[in-house]
């Protein structure tokens, strides 16, 4: 089974947009210093607590270097959404979802990653809050959230080539996501009632896959 589920689509879900030079490795550690400090501000006190010149003495950098690395806070947290998720699919991927369809795997994977939110309430709110608030100017870190949600869900279905419809199954499925944890942490849905909803959305991708995958 985890052999199956190791070969995958090939997403490049932390690549940087084709307009950004790459960061030296100097560059790369202050990023992740800021990154971190966003973190550990959202995890103590959600969106209000993260504040762009603590978040600057915090990770050791000028309040003018923070900003030319993130214009706003709301740039800050999407991104810090972003990294995150790049965490929690390197974990996922050490220990792979077990279900024998796609459908199952997915759904799985998305529980386990909600659930690894539910553990810091405060920083889930802070990050869904920012994806909420972004406009325009946040098109490529908002873009960097959705590649690395599909990279997560392509790589619990576990196919190489995934088809149009089911590609088109899994924007839905995280669209569905995302809206259960805006329901979950505004206090209209229970846990239960997320995993009924992502149950019940996952299984468009068994009902799009060619019959060569059923």
């Not at 991104?79 to 790049?86: H, I, K, N, S």
Request: charged content about 25%.
């Amino acid at each position: 089974m985890s052999a199956k589920v190791n070969k995958v689509a090939k997403v490049d879900a932390s690549a940087p947009a084709p307009a950004s030079p790459p960061l030296t490795e100097r560059q790369e550690a202050r990023r992740r210093r800021i990154l971190h400090a966003s973190a550990q501000l959202a995890s103590r006190g959600g969106f209000d607590a993260v504040q762009m010149r603590e978040v600057a003495e915090s990770s050791q950098v000028a309040l003018g270097t923070l900003y030319r690395y993130f214009p706003s806070k709301i740039h800050l947290l999407v991104a810090t959404m972003q990294d995150q998720l790049e965490h929690m699919h390197g974990t996922l991927r050490k220990k792979p979802p077990q279900g024998e369809t796609a459908a199952e795997r997915v759904a799985e994977t998305l529980m386990r990653a909600f659930r690894a939110l539910q553990r810091e309430p405060h920083l889930a709110d802070a990050m869904v809050r920012a994806l909420t608030f972004a406009d325009r100017s946040v098109s490529p870190e908002v873009d960097q959230v959705s590649r690395q949600t599909t990279a997560i869900i392509l790589d619990a279905m576990g196919l190489e080539n995934p088809t149009t419809e089911q590609l088109s199954a899994v924007r839905v499925i995280e669209h569905t996501w995302h809206s259960a944890l805006i329901t979950w942490l505004s206090g209209r849905a229970s846990i239960a009632q997320v995993k009924i909803d992502i149950e019940t959305v996952c299984r468009l991708i068994d009902l799009t896959a060619p019959d060569t995958q059923k």
